[in-house]
């Protein structure tokens, strides 16, 4: 396990603001820096070795799609969905993953089904190894792949924010801590594109996404007692 976050500038091609905007996307996706957690622009310069001012720009762009929210005289903060956000994110879901399901299911080849399975096994493997963080990451980025076969990359975009938002969602509300993407519920999604099924797809994904939400309660979120470095060290 590595002691600290890469250099920025290790991506080929990364500005420093992308990659740490990168590394927080990652960490608040795998439900590793968790609703309410305030995101100190010091501590998180000191861990890139950046400036405040870079730091700010990174909390900027993830402030814009919803998943950082900056409190007066308090600084910034992973956000905290209400109830009623997290039903609209995920009727918003809903929406664009049906129209993604019915854009795949009739060109989906042999190919993609087997990417796709792939990618089942590795949620397996995960699950049953006990990676959390690495679970739920691989949990929605089923559903990111899915889309990029889709071959829309707006849509793409609108879903990768959604999902990131799902994933706070279920942060702080879900009373289990595990992946609230059943695997089996995957495997079902992919038998209907198989078989080239649009409506069976959809009926599938929307069933899915229904039983992900049930399973977020209203249990408030647990502390992990990990500082910000400790947690961004895992990311990168």
Do not use: W
């Not at 795998?30 to 730091?55: C, H, M, W, Y």
């Not at 795949?104 to 042999?110: R, Y």
Request: proline share 3%.
């Amino acid at each position: 396990m590595p002691n600290s976050v890469p250099k920025p500038r290790g991506g080929k091609g990364k500005t420093r603001v992308e990659t740490i905007y990168g590394v927080l996307f990652q960490a608040i996706f795998a439900q590793e820096l968790r609703p309410g957690t305030k995101l100190s622009e010091d501590e998180i310069g000191a861990v890139f070795n950046v400036s405040r001012t870079i730091v700010r720009a990174a909390l900027n762009r993830l402030h814009s799609e919803a998943l950082v929210e900056f409190k007066q005289n308090r600084g910034a903060f992973v956000a905290s969905p209400s109830a009623r956000e997290a039903h609209q994110v995920f009727d918003a879901r809903i929406c664009i993953e049906r129209e993604v399901m019915m854009r795949l299911a009739p060109v989906v080849d042999d190919r993609q089904v087997q990417l796709l399975e792939d990618h089942i096994k590795r949620e397996e493997l995960a699950i049953n190894s006990r990676q959390l963080a690495e679970s739920i990451r691989l949990s929605g980025k089923f559903h990111l792949l899915a889309a990029r076969m889709a071959g829309n990359d707006v849509l793409l975009s609108f879903l990768r924010s959604l999902t990131s938002r799902s994933s706070l969602i279920l942060a702080l509300h879900s009373a289990r801590h595990e992946s609230d993407c059943s695997v089996d519920e995957h495997v079902q999604i992919v038998d209907a594109l198989r078989a080239h099924d649009a409506e069976a797809a959809c009926r599938a994904m929307s069933k899915h996404l229904g039983h992900v939400l049930d399973r977020a309660g209203l249990d408030g979120n647990e502390e992990t007692g990990r500082t910000i470095g400790e947690i961004l060290s895992h990311f990168g």
